[in-house]
T-cell receptor, first 105, second 119 residues
């Protein structure tokens, strides 16, 4: 069993839909990263959080350290949100395999 | 402010050839990392550096060497390339270490990747 697991692996949505991507981990951590990998390959950091919730524009990340689970939500999804979303534990930098999101107009 | 820059972007090597990938960051970050990304797998750490002149092995170090002679540069070398090293390589940097520290956790900054094919 992977130490960091994401679900779903693939996700398609219509523009405007609310998106949820989940990340579960089995190791103890102090924080979790959410990253976005563009179709061109570049990776950008979206969030780093250790408790509660963070919001940036239409993106919301939540984490429950006790339950070892984090979610990334996208409100009012748009085709430009199409990307691979990756979670990673902060302490040991273990990366999930990513969730490929495609948003269609 | 360019962030993290990787060169080259693409490279094709024949088995047994050598090459060096360069990672440069202009953010004065202490920590630098080299990862490889393969289909169906998460990013895996090859080597990392906690400061100028220091390097350490990551999860998959075999077949690679690294050097950090200057704080801003982290080089990844393949002495004798093998087809198993066909991958996309990413460099990343962070101001301080990951995990609990007096300064808190540290965001990661990635380069745009190098796609390497070994035939």
């Amino acid at each position: 069993k992977n130490e960091v697991e994401q679900s779903p692996q693939n996700l398609t949505a219509q523009e405007g839909e609310f998106i949820t991507i989940n990340c579960s981990y089995s190791v103890g951590i102090s924080a979790l990263h959410w990253l976005q990998q563009h179709p061109g390959g570049g990776i950008v950091s979206l969030f780093m959080l250790s408790s509660g919730k963070k919001k940036h524009g239409r993106l919301i990340a939540t984490i429950n350290i006790q339950e070892k689970h984090s979610s990334l939500h996208i409100t009012a999804s748009h085709p430009r949100d199409s990307a691979v979303y990756i979670c990673a534990t902060s302490d040991k930098l273990i990366f999930g395999t990513g969730t490929r999101l495609q948003v269609f107009p | 402010n360019a962030g993290v820059t990787q060169t080259p972007k693409f490279r094709v090597l024949k088995t047994g050839q050598s090459m060096t990938l360069l990672c440069a960051q202009d953010m004065n970050h202490e920590y630098m990392y080299w990862y490889r990304q393969d289909p169906g797998m998460g990013l895996r750490l090859i080597h990392y550096s906690v400061g100028e002149g220091t390097t350490a092995k990551g999860e998959v170090p075999d077949g690679y060497n690294v050097s950090r002679l200057k704080k801003q540069n982290f080089l990844l070398g393949l002495e004798s390339a093998a087809p198993s090293q066909t991958s996309v390589y990413f460099c990343a940097s962070s101001p301080h270490r990951q995990g609990p520290s007096p300064l808190g956790n540290s965001p990661l900054h990635f380069g745009n990747g190098t796609r390497l094919t070994v035939t």
